[in-house]
């Protein structure tokens, strides 16, 4: 791709904020940017905060650009996103950040190849620490070649890595995050069950911690976000929900035996749907909880 490119992004929510504005930066090289958001005040907001080559625009408007990239809840929102658009410019390509279906990445795929444009499935794992500091993992499915030609613009990762055909990135961002739920409730119960023994969260979590049982929610979500009562939003319930029924999709559709993960799937709707789905993920374990009769609490609370 030539040094001087349109870019635009689509969707400024938790993740797609902070990873559009690093794609203003000077050193990526590219001519003008153009923000698009639903809630459009957000995209004029970002845009007057970025500088002169920013702009807000409306979604038409994004037809224009040789690289978009886009951050959605799902990959029926991005369906929508294609379906109000004109004609893309040849040549363009669509990254697409939103952890989404391998299948509808597959859909998408297709239907902008008749464009001459290619779409690259690339979610981004990382949370909104990493979308702010720019060192997420983007995991890409697609063509490698072309994904060569859009990396340099890829300024809001520190892992750029290829993973195979189209829906292969959707479908390791939808293991990994069934993974992530299936530590934290696993967790989360058996803390539950250590309390009930007369064992601390605190006293439990600094012994898992120093042992085998350890994982990012023993080390950083549940003492962060559960212990202390706070749940502050940055991802929502109902994205680990819809990631973990992703995975059970993928698995199913290989005929692969994952007992387990069926229930993590079942137990991460389940908890969506009863605590909220815009809730953060963590308030899953409020489920585990009521289950219970008490409450994870830290003793520095
Ligand atoms: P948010 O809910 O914060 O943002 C969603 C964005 O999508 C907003 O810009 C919203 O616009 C826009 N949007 C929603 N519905 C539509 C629609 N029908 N048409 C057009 N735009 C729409 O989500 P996140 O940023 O947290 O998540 C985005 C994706 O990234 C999800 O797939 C999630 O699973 C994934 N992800 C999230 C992480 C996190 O830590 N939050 C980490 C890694 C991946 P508006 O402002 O108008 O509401």
């Known amino acids: 791709m030539s040094q001087s490119l349109t870019l635009a992004f689509v969707g400024l929510g938790a993740m797609g904020g902070p990873m559009a504005a690093h794609l203003a930066a000077p050193e990526v090289g590219a001519e003008t940017l153009l923000l698009y958001n639903r809630t459009a005040n957000k995209a004029q907001a970002l845009a007057a905060e970025l500088g002169a080559r920013v702009q807000a625009v409306s979604l038409p408007e994004i037809a224009r650009a040789d690289l978009i990239v886009s951050c959605l809840p799902t990959s029926q929102e991005v369906s929508e996103v294609l379906a109000q658009l004109p004609s893309l410019k040849r ?90 739920a299936t530590q934290l409730l696993a967790t989360g119960e058996g803390l539950a069950a250590l309390a009930r023994c007369g064992v601390s969260p605190d006293a439990a979590l600094e012994v898992i911690n120093a042992s085998s049982g350890r994982s990012n929610a023993s080390q950083n979500l549940i003492p962060q976000r559960v212990l202390t009562r706070e749940f502050p939003v940055t991802f929502k319930l109902g994205l680990l929900a819809k990631d973990a029924d992703i995975a059970l999709d993928v698995a199913l559709s290989v005929q692969a035996s994952t007992p387990l993960l069926a229930q993590v799937a079942g137990l991460t709707r389940g908890a969506s749907r009863l605590i909220g789905p815009d809730h953060d993920h963590t308030a899953a374990l409020q489920l585990i909880e009521q289950l219970n009769g008490l409450e994870l609490t830290g003793e520095r609370r």
Do not use: E
Request: hydrophobic letters at 50%.
């Open 91 to 180: 040549g363009a390509v669509w990254v697409d950040c939103t952890s989404g279906h391998p299948d509808a990445a597959r859909v998408q795929a297709d239907q902008l190849a008749q464009q001459g444009v290619t779409f690259l499935d690339a979610p981004v794992s990382g949370g909104t620490a990493g979308a702010q500091a720019g060192t997420l993992t983007v995991m890409v499915g697609g063509d490698a070649q072309v994904l060569d030609r859009v990396r340099p613009y890829l300024a809001f990762a520190a892992l750029v890595r290829h993973v195979g055909p189209s829906g292969a990135g959707f479908a390791l961002k939808a293991v990994n995050n069934i993974l992530l």
